[in-house]
């Protein structure tokens, strides 16, 4: 019954390739996140999504493109990547966009670019 | 200069020890802070979330104090356990309406036996 759960939980790849990380919730909720987690484990947001429309973008390389397919799903394609891409990828969901309301991690997904 | 500062960097405490852990930040407007709390390999959870008019809220054996006053907040771990080792997290929210939240580094805490 896991509430946030993203895929896969590890992904070691080279240099220049393309690669998609998937998330999925299943409370219900109508906003979606993803972030970005560093070596300083400083933790940044790079896009929010509101029934399946698109509402934060940060300065993040076009390289990256979210795709929400539906409400429950929030994926992340990376193309060319760069060895400063390497982190760890947070999928978050909430009820709303508004701050007051809580945000759910998912476990995390490690990349590792060679 | 980030603008949510945490200290210490991190904290090696007893069990059964007590143990505050500070943060300042610079974020204006303000709406909301949290604390969570990350174990390693895992995403954070949130163990509170204060408005600016509140001062003070507990989750079992933490609780967090606000000055918005001073743009200070503490998270204090009271009678601390082996389960309590994790990152700690300091996040403000600029506003209600949007969701720009903006993540300090964290204290890493490690709770010996």
């Known amino acids: 019954d896991t509430a946030v759960s993203q895929t896969p939980k590890y992904l070691v790849t080279q240099m220049g390739n393309d690669k998609s990380i998937k998330c999925e919730q299943n409370?219900?909720?109508?906003?979606m996140y993803w972030y970005k987690q560093d070596s300083k484990k400083f933790l940044k947001i790079m896009f929010s999504?509101?029934?399946?429309?698109?509402?934060i973008n940060e300065t993040v390389p076009n390289r990256f493109s979210p795709k929400s397919p539906d409400k429950a799903h929030l994926n992340l394609h990376i193309n060319s990547l760069e060895l400063g891409d390497s982190a760890v990828y947070f999928c978050?969901?909430?009820?709303?966009?508004?701050?007051?309301?809580?945000?759910?991690f998912g476990p995390g997904t490690r990349l590792t670019v060679t | 200069k980030n603008q949510v500062e945490q200290s210490p960097q991190s904290l090696i405490i007893l069990e059964g020890k007590n143990c505050t852990l500070q943060c300042n930040y610079t974020v204006s407007p303000f709406s909301n802070l949290r604390w969570y709390k990350q174990d390693t390999g895992r995403g954070p959870v949130s163990l509170t979330i204060m408005t600016f008019s509140e001062n003070t809220k507990s989750n079992g054996r933490y609780t967090a104090t606000l000055d918005a006053d001073t743009k200070q907040s503490s998270l204090h771990i009271t009678a601390s356990q082996l389960s309590d080792s994790a990152s700690y997290i300091c996040?403000?929210?600029?506003?209600?309406?949007?969701?720009?939240?903006?993540f300090g580094g964290g204290t890493r805490v490690l709770v010996k036996p």
């Open positions: 978050a969901s909430s009820q709303s966009p508004r701050s007051s309301y809580e945000q759910y």
């Open positions: 409370l219900g909720h109508d906003t």
């Open positions: 996040v403000v929210s600029l506003d209600a309406a949007g969701n720009k939240l903006t």
């Open positions: 999504y509101n029934n399946k429309e698109l509402i």
